[in-house]
């Protein structure tokens, strides 16, 4: 009969066992968008959403209506007040697990940019998303919007362009392979097998140099004595 710790471990195991299932293999994500048009204001809108079908090709469909008139206005007034345009991604995995990350950026570039932005997905080693950021590639014309730049914007749909970023392994030392080593090392010296091969002041110098220091020591005491 199994313990209540055995039945704990055996359930924690197979938690474990179910994310290491998901990691161990390319898998798809969604991300739902939704942002928010009004300045100071918790509340989001509908954007879009963006499927990752293969996280290790960086493939993505993006599907993204047109914006209303009524959102258009609200764009546009939130670049004229230079307020920050911000989006929020939910993240939905294979297995069902969520995650949400919200971004920012200001309008006013969102515009200048003509609604064409980048999304960018950070990824862990093991696959999760660790952050999404929307940024644009063009730098802006100005600082802060005008009028006339509110008036050239001609498109009412955005432009989205994925990108995946893969988080690379930092170096791991070596550690089992290093302890073999000194093991190995520490057996030959008890069979004798080591041998040394340095020269042979690098062997003998410690007792060379306390010589050679008594030796200029007692020479430079004689010397004084004849004088």
Request: glycine fraction near 6%.
């Amino acid at each position: 009969m199994y313990s209540k710790a055995g039945f704990v471990l055996i359930f924690v195991l197979g938690l474990v066992s179910s994310s290491w299932g998901f990691l161990e293999h390319d898998s798809w994500i969604t991300v739902e968008l939704q942002h928010s048009l009004a300045a100071n204001s918790e509340s989001f809108s509908f954007r879009g959403n963006v499927t990752i079908p293969s996280l290790n090709s960086g493939l993505a469909n993006v599907e993204q209506p047109d914006l209303s008139t009524a959102d258009l206005d609200l764009l546009k007034k939130l670049a004229l007040g230079n307020e920050f345009y911000r989006l929020k991604a939910t993240v939905v995995y294979s297995n069902g697990a969520k995650a949400q990350f919200i971004t920012s950026n200001k309008a006013c570039r969102l515009l200048q940019a003509q609604l064409n932005d980048v999304l960018w997905v950070s990824l862990e080693p093991s696959g999760y998303v660790t952050g999404i950021t929307v940024s644009q590639d063009t730098a802006p014309a100005t600082i802060e919007c005008t009028q006339e730049d509110v008036n050239k914007l001609l498109e009412t749909q955005f432009s989205t362009d994925v990108l995946i970023r893969h988080a690379e392994l930092a170096p791991v030392p070596d550690t089992a392979g290093f302890i073999q080593k000194v093991e190995r090392e520490r057996e030959a010296r008890e069979r004798g097998e080591v041998r040394d091969n340095r020269g042979f002041f690098a062997k003998y110098w410690m007792y060379i140099v306390p010589v050679v220091l008594l030796v200029f020591i007692s020479g430079a005491t004689n010397q004084d004595g004849a004088k």
